[in-house]
């Protein structure tokens, strides 16, 4: 029993509080997550100030050194400190993730909650597309529009833009056609609400879990692409550090210098495993029955 | 998007109605209403006929599929034209067809005057936004209105819905209310704007039984505030008893009976009515069997040319009933039957 003092929270408290609340309710799998691809990014960002290294111009007295106090994941074959080079193609490899998987998300969801939502021609013909874009295997297209436009991160973004959006529309579309029968779309129909309105505000929120939980197995993949990209030499060039390039030029030195490669791909295995845990927590979360995780 | 109603030009047709020389807000006209799907076409309404006058209740009673959802969302063209299709009738609303407004034309009249609440109120509130969110939204389509005024004026309409502490309530989201209160909720959106005619679609039947009451007092109590006409469809015939001053029953898409309340339940004139009347359950007299109506509801997909009741009524002349197409006529000033029949049916 106080002694008639009452301590006044402040409402921005109050706000914080709820929000930390809501927080620390969440699945573990999605705060493990969100913990180790945190690390990552951070790292990646402030990979200037974690190592006094340059990830592009090496020493090559110290090449094909192994991992010591100095260079904690030793050098390569031109001297370079690969646990720099490490931190910096964090970076790229985040962005390229975020970016192969983000744009086609936006283009797809827009595409597919419209065709879901009026049907008719439009819903056939972009079905249609939908299907030649996964008739085929991925990657083997995305080699073939490389092979037409030349290596590079742009047009490996350009090649993925082309065909990754199917996927997206063929989730929200999906989701649409349930979404559109509930009752409080009738109801919005019912109070004169205006198609657009009805498909963006009222309808679009309910549709996004399921692509928001598949766009976290696609960033992994995504990423495993751009290496694998990389890896053939048609994705980044070098000497741009890139987690793919890097293990493609500990290739050649696998049994003198393991390190080269194995600890990038170390790196790319945990960044995959973080993303797969946001994505299981986040279907926990979201409440999702019908998942597909990688 | 934020185009308001009052600044767009409205259309010439809705902003001056024409002139009415009969007191009736809604008189609906032989509505036909086809389905036409891969098993089969069907009518889920025939030849309806009915009208309902300003500040009147109308209850329309039917058991399940007997086509009163199907009207409701017809009078808002709510249904998508594959597969429903409207070979006839009209629907006069102030004097004018609404069959002949187009899409933007009837965007304008739904949430504006003529508003619908429907059944389950567990699933017709968005579940991604609160209450303050839906009801300002409905509010600023039809009127320009600041988001704040908006605000208030949803207090004041959950206020006046009786949903208690309203301004701590307007931020809440519809998991966090009851059934009876989302269902209040619908009401205020649906009584905003003011409308002349209120849809009711089995608004009670998802409730318990002392919310139900609760929610029948609110709509009338609103009615009289607001001026409205109320259609109020169930299949629950004590709720349209105490709240309607006329009932249509409906069956397999047709109206078999019209009349105001008392005369439905004092005078039937229709064996369907009687047979549903005697199957209400009684606390006194018979309270050892139900007393069913004998047989089952039609096969929308095959249905006789004559009366559809048919098979079920105790008093049809099975030649005549099958064979004659049956429609509503007046046998008294203001009780229409569709029975042949109607002097062998004794309530």
Known sequence: ?294 | MKKRAKDINTPKSIATPAPVNTTALLDVHNLTVEFKLRAGNFFANRNISLSIERGKTLGIVGESGSGKSVFCRTILRLLPSPPAYIPQGKILFNGKDLLTYSEKEMRYVRGAEITMIFQDPMSSLNPVFNIDDQISESLRLHTAISAKEAREASINLLRLVGIPSPEKRVDSYPHQLSGGMRQRVMIAMAIASKPKLLLADEPTTALDVTIQDQILALMLQLQEQVGMSIILVSHDLGIVAETSDRVAVMYAGQVLELSPTEAIFRRPKHPYTVGLLNSIPRMSGRTDRLLPIKGQPPNLLRLPVGCPFVERCPVADVDICTKTPVSLKQIEPDHATACLFPERVHG
């Open chain 1, 1 to 294: 029993m106080t002694n008639g003092i009452v301590l006044e929270t402040s409402s921005s408290n109050h706000a914080v509080r709820g929000v930390l609340n809501q927080i620390s309710s969440w699945p573990l799998t999605l705060k493990i997550g969100i913990v180790i691809i945190s690390i990552i990014a951070l790292s990646g960002i402030c990979a200037p100030l974690l190592t006094r290294y340059d990830p592009i111009i090496g020493d090559f007295d110290d090449a094909l050194a192994p991992p010591s106090l100095e260079h904690p994941f030793g050098t390569d074959s031109t001297g370079r400190d690969v646990w720099s080079r490490t931190l910096y193609a964090a970076q790229l490899d985040l962005q390229i993730g975020l970016i192969t998987t983000y744009v086609p998300f936006a283009v797809g969801l827009i595409l597919g909650i419209i065709a879901g939502y009026f049907g008719g021609w439009f819903d056939l013909i972009l079905m249609r597309l939908v299907d030649i874009a996964i008739a085929f295997p991925f990657l083997v297209l995305i080699i073939v529009i490389l092979a037409i436009l030349g290596p590079g991160i742009q047009n490996m973004y350009i090649a993925v833009f082309l065909l990754a959006w199917t996927m997206y529309a063929r989730l929200s579309r999906a989701e649409m056609l349930v979404v559109r029968e509930q009752e409080y779309i009738l109801a919005a129909r019912a109070l004169g609400y205006p198609p657009l309105r009805i498909i963006f505000r009222h309808a679009l929120p309910n549709v996004l879990s399921s692509s928001i939980v598949f766009s976290m197995s696609d960033i992994v993949l995504n990423i495993l692409l751009a290496s694998s990209i990389s890896f053939l030499g048609m994705g980044v060039q070098p000497p741009t550090p890139e987690w793919g390039a890097i293990i493609t030029d500990g290739r050649n030195f696998l049994l003198q210098a393991w390190w080269i490669t194995t600890l990038p791909g170390i790196a790319i295995v945990i960044t995959g495993l973080g993303f797969s845990f946001i994505g299981d927590g986040l279907a926990r979360l979201l409440g999702q029955r019908n998942i597909q995780t990688v």
